[in-house]
């Protein structure tokens, strides 16, 4: 079996608020450039509190069995695979 990896970028930002647009705008700029991108587990934490982690992305599971909802944690709308500001016309 391959052994993965997994890259710990800390980055700051002044707040929780901002922390996670600039997660979430990062995830989705590399996801561009690989596949191997994991939304579902992009966190933001305190600089001195980082073992309390904030999720980024909803992740929930989407009801049609089709996959994982790529919305801001917080989100209103109804789960979706990408959000409706993303999707391709």
Same mark, same amino acid.
């Given at each position: 079996?391959?052994?993965? &990896?997994?890259?710990?970028?800390? #980055?700051?930002?002044?707040? =929780?608020?901002?922390?996670?647009? *600039?997660? %979430?705008?990062?995830?989705?700029? =590399? ?10 587990? #992009? ?7 980082? $073992? #309390? %982690?904030? &999720?980024? *992305? $909803?992740?929930?599971? =989407? ?5 994982? $909802? ?5 989100? #209103?709308?109804? $789960?979706?695979?990408?959000?409706? &500001? =993303?999707? %391709?016309?």
């Amino acid at each position: 079996m391959t052994e993965r &990896w997994v890259i710990h970028l800390p #980055v700051t930002a002044p707040d =929780l608020h901002r922390a996670r647009i *600039f997660a %979430r705008t990062a995830t989705r700029v =590399l996801a561009q450039l690989t596949a191997r991108v994991e939304p579902g587990g #992009v966190t933001v934490s305190a600089e001195d509190a980082q $073992c #309390v %982690r904030h &999720w980024v *992305f $909803c992740d929930r599971p =989407l009801p049609d069995g089709g996959g994982r $909802c790529a919305l801001p944690v917080d989100h #209103v709308a109804t $789960c979706a695979r990408r959000a409706p &500001w =993303l999707r %391709r016309r």
